[in-house]
Each structure stands twice: as structure tokens, then as C-alpha cells.
């Protein structure tokens, strides 16, 4: 029993001197309160739901602990984490926010979420095809359009339910046709002003614009020729 006990000895005196020192550390180490920045995250989200929120993407976290631990917590802020389990078809929800949502290293203790409510609401996820309209910039002077298309004609939307119901067209970008007369075929994107809608295809449209010259100036031209 004794050579056990004394076999590794060294090793086993090293181990406990660290140990003593990272506990005297820790139980010395004053307590600090700071307020750290985190994201939310949201666990178990319906596949055919989508998420409409109406609080801010992160929350501010007033945290009190051995300033060790504080400063574990500045270097690595553990997200907000929300379980959304349980929930199903359209719906609102609001979740308070306290410390099971927040995995806190040992010995900090979370004060207060600001804000402590996060609210959200469960949509059906909803596609819909809709048409698409150039934005043309300024016509060359001496010009006019004489005919105009897009490719491709209709693009698909997806978002929320509510949202997208409210589109019924996408615009392309604004794009600047040359002072050429003739088919001119600009590539521009698809632009969608509700950031909680997306395209289904990457955005990418081609947009035909033909130019002729306008009567009047054609005969100016040909005056000053003369």
C-alpha cells in the first residue's frame, strides 16, 4: 500500500501544487460584472416554417463572476440558444430570456437580457412565382426605347407566407443603356426591397433594350452635315 502510494510521487506533488494554485487563483480572483454581446439561435425550427422575428439578432448580457471567468466569457460570448420544440404550425411565440438559455462557464452568473423578451412568429413558408420589370436608367439624348425584355420574364420568391403575398413584381437593378441605336443586352440582378424574402434562383437576369434614334434628331444631324 505505501509504494502505491508513494510511486509517481513527484508527479503526484506537482499535480496538487497546480491544483492549489488555479483554486487559489479562482477563489482570490474578484468578482467583475461586464456586459457582453450574443447571438440568438433558435434549435428545432418546423422544415416548412419560417422564422419571422420582431427583436433584435443579438442581446446584450450583464454577467457577474471571477474576473477569470469573466474574461473566458469576453473571449468566447456562448450564444442565446432558443428550443422551439413543440411548436408547429403558424404561431407567435415570446421566450424570456434567463441563464438555461445561456451555457455560462462555472461561477458566472447571468443578471439580466437586454431585452429580456425575445418575441417571434412561425409562418408557412410560401414560393410564388412573379413577373419582373426593368429599371432603366436615363435614355441617351437623341434616343428613345423601342422595345424592352427581360430573361428571364418571372422569378420565384420565397419567404414567409405574409411577405410574400405582398409581391407582385421584382424589379431588376437599374441598368444604363449606351447612346447606341440598336439591341443592347445588359446582365444585371434581381432586387427584392423585403430582407425577409429571397429568390430561389441566384438573381442573374439579362435585359434586351432596343434603342432608335428619335426622328427629329436624326434630321438635326443632317442638317448640320449639310
Known amino acids: 500500500m505505501k509504494r502505491r502510494l508513494v510511486e509517481n510521487l513527484g508527479w503526484k506533488l506537482l499535480s496538487l501544487a497546480v491544483a492549489a494554485i488555479l483554486w487559489l487563483t479562482f477563489v482570490n480572483s474578484p468578482d467583475l460584472v461586464t456586459s457582453v454581446t450574443a447571438p440568438i439561435e433558435y434549435m428545432n425550427v418546423p422544415a416548412d416554417m419560417e422564422l419571422v422575428l420582431e427583436s433584435p439578432e443579438r442581446v446584450r448580457l450583464e454577467v457577474r463572476g471571477p474576473a477569470v471567468r469573466i474574461h473566458q466569457v469576453e473571449r468566447a460570448t456562448p450564444p442565446v440558444v432558443l428550443d422551439l420544440a413543440g411548436l408547429s404550425g403558424p404561431c407567435e411565440r415570446t421566450f424570456s430570456i434567463t441563464a438555461e438559455q445561456v451555457k455560462l462557464p462555472p461561477g458566472v452568473v447571468l443578471v439580466r437580457a437586454v431585452p429580456a423578451h ?24 437623341g434616343f428613345r426605347i423601342e422595345s424592352q425584355q427581360v430573361e428571364p420574364p418571372e422569378v420565384t420568391v420565397v419567404g414567409p ?24 443586352v445588359l446582365r444585371t440582378h434581381a432586387f427584392l426591397r423585403d430582407p425577409e424574402l429571397r429568390l430561389e434562383s441566384n438573381g442573374v437576369l439579362t435585359v434586351r433594350i ?15 452635315r449639310e
Do not use: C, Y
Open 118 to 141: 425575445v418575441h417571434l412568429r412561425l409562418e408557412l413558408r410560401m414560393r410564388r412565382v412573379v413577373p419582373v420589370r426593368p429599371r432603366i436608367g436615363e435614355v441617351p439624348a
Open 161 to 184: 407566407e405574409s411577405r410574400v403575398r405582398r409581391v407582385e413584381f421584382v424589379e431588376t437593378d437599374p441598368v444604363e443603356p449606351a447612346p447606341v441605336a440598336g439591341e443592347q
Open 210 to 224: 432596343r434603342l432608335a434614334r428619335q426622328s427629329g434628331s436624326a434630321a438635326g444631324e443632317g442638317a448640320v
